[in-house]
């Protein structure tokens, strides 16, 4: 049975920094694309950063230059460092891994997510 299991969100002020974690537990971690995802409230879900199994990554261009995905196979986590936080980046942010192994980060489907953290940038 596979668990993904997100931690480190929370409040704070524009211009302010967070580092979310994904630990996942339950197949190969190193095989699979990781991906971070958001949902505000009325707000489709976007993918935010993406990682592949071999370690290229991917970001939206609302985010690029300020979060950075990283991944630990050892620990089998995925991190997001989000600086310089804006408003608009207030969301419930969830983790997921990829279906298929050593599938594509951005464009591949994602399974097994967890239950999300919210995320609050106050201006």
């Known amino acids: 049975q596979v668990h993904v299991v997100e931690s480190g969100g929370g409040l704070v002020q524009a211009g302010g920094s967070l580092r979310l974690s994904c630990a996942t537990s339950?197949?190969?971690?190193?095989?699979?694309?990781m991906g971070w995802f958001r949902q505000a409230p009325g707000k489709e879900r976007e993918l935010v950063a993406a990682?592949?199994?071999?370690?290229?990554?991917y970001y939206a261009a609302s985010v690029k230059g300020r979060f950075t995905i990283s991944r630990d196979n050892v620990k089998n986590t995925v991190y997001l460092q989000m600086n310089s936080l804006k408003p608009e980046d207030t969301a419930v942010y969830y983790c997921?891994?990829?279906?298929?192994?050593?599938?594509?980060?951005?464009?591949?489907?994602?399974?097994?997510w967890g239950q999300g953290t919210q995320v609050t940038v106050s201006s």
């Open positions: 339950g197949r190969t971690f190193i095989n699979y694309a």
């Open positions: 997921a891994t990829g279906q298929q192994p050593f599938g594509d980060a951005r464009r591949g489907r994602y399974t097994y």
């Open positions: 990682i592949s199994s071999g370690g290229d990554t």
